[in-house]
C-alpha cells in the first residue's frame, strides 16, 4: 500500500548548520507530496508542497524537490536557526477523498 | 481568523466513561478528518467525512464513531474509554485538493 518513510530523529544541529530530513514514498498513481511542521503544544502547519515530479516546494527557507526517479521528497535548509526546533512531518496525498499518509515524523533540535 | 477549533483541549477519562470531541471549522471546507498522534506512530487517520451526513472509516476506527450532521462541525464520539485511547487527537478540514488545515490538538487521557 501506499506509505511514507523518513529519517527517525532526533536531529540534532548548531545554529546556521545546513539541514536534510530525508523523505521517501511508496504510492501508486501519482500523489502530491507535502512537509508539514508542528511546533509544541500546537496542530500541524503545512511548510511546503509539490504536486508533480520536478517540482520544488519551497517556503521560509526550507525546500523540497519532487523526484519521482528516486521515490523522495527530502526537506533542505541552508542555515537553520534555533526557532526550526520542532517535528517535522514529511506526507503524501492519494485518491478521490484527499486523504493523507503520514510519515512518523522526525524531531529536530536547534542548539545556539 | 479561527480556522479549525477543537473542544475541549484536554481531558482525563477513567476507563468505560464516553464522550465527545468537537471539532468546528469556519472555512467552508467539504473534507474533514481525525487522527490520533502517539510517540513514534506518527499521526493516524481514525475517521474521516468527504460531506454533510456522510462518513468513512480510516485507518484506526475500532471504538470510535463519527457524526457529520452540519458541514461545519464534525465529532469523534468514544462510547467506552479504554487505556489504549490515550493520545492525542488532531481535527483537520479541507477544500478540495488543497491542504489540510489541523486544530490544535485535544489531549485525552484514559485510567
Known amino acids: 500500500g501506499d506509505s511514507v518513510t523518513q529519517m527517525e530523529g532526533p536531529v540534532t544541529l548548531s545554529e546556521e548548520a545546513f539541514l536534510t530530513i530525508n523523505c521517501t514514498y511508496t504510492?501508486?498513481?501519482?500523489?502530491?507530496l507535502f512537509w508539514y511542521v508542528q511546533y509544541p503544544g500546537e496542530g500541524l502547519q503545512l511548510l511546503l508542497k509539490?504536486?508533480?515530479?520536478?517540482d520544488k516546494g519551497s517556503n521560509k527557507g526550507f525546500e523540497a524537490t519532487y523526484r519521482k526517479e528516486t521515490t523522495s521528497f527530502h526537506l533542505e535548509k541552508g542555515s537553520v536557526q534555533v526557532s526550526d526546533s520542532a517535528v517535522y512531518f514529511c506526507?503524501?496525498?492519494?485518491?478521490?477523498?484527499?486523504?493523507?499518509?503520514f510519515g512518523k515524523g522526525t524531531r529536530l533540535h536547534i542548539l545556539p | 481568523n479561527a480556522g479549525v477549533t477543537q473542544t475541549p483541549k484536554f481531558r482525563v477519562l477513567k476507563t468505560g466513561q464516553s464522550m465527545t470531541l468537537l471539532c468546528a471549522q469556519d472555512m467552508n471546507h467539504e473534507y474533514m478528518y481525525w487522527y490520533r498522534q502517539d510517540p513514534g506512530m506518527g499521526l493516524r487517520l481514525i475517521h474521516y467525512?468527504?460531506?454533510?451526513?456522510?462518513?468513512a472509516k480510516g485507518e484506526v476506527p475500532d471504538g470510535y464513531n463519527v457524526s457529520r450532521l452540519k458541514k461545519q462541525n464534525f465529532l469523534l464520539g468514544l462510547e467506552s474509554a479504554a487505556p489504549s485511547q490515550t493520545s492525542v487527537y488532531f481535527c483537520?478540514?479541507?477544500?478540495?485538493?488543497?491542504?489540510?488545515?489541523f486544530g490544535d490538538g485535544t489531549r485525552l487521557s484514559i485510567l
Open positions: 504510492a501508486t498513481g501519482y500523489p502530491s
Open positions: 509539490a504536486t508533480k515530479a520536478d
Open positions: 506526507a503524501l496525498r492519494v485518491g478521490r477523498d484527499d486523504k493523507i499518509i
Open positions: 483537520a478540514s479541507s477544500l478540495g485538493s488543497q491542504p489540510q488545515h
Open positions: 467525512s468527504v460531506g454533510e451526513g456522510t462518513t
